[in-house]
């Protein structure tokens, strides 16, 4: 087995030793997530806090000072 194999064992082990279960975010939330974490990134801002809600399957991102960002699973993401 090659070393992507090997990569792909340990980031499995790895992400479930940090979220203890495993989320499932949409394709539409996860390309979502993905541009709001560069947006805030080319602005310099601190992300706080980047947190997948299982009962509603929100992520919830707190950045910088105070900007907070909501990212429902159809992708559409508004601020707080």
Known sequence: MGS??????WYRNLCVRIEER????TAEQ???CLRVCQMLSNGYKDIHLFRFDPLTGN?????????EVNV???GLWNFL
């Open 4 to 9: 992507g194999w090997r990569f792909q064992r």
């Open 22 to 25: 495993a989320i499932l975010p």
């Open 30 to 32: 996860d390309h979502a």
């Open 59 to 67: 992520v919830y991102i707190l950045a910088g000072d105070s900007v």
């Open 72 to 74: 429902p699973p159809s």
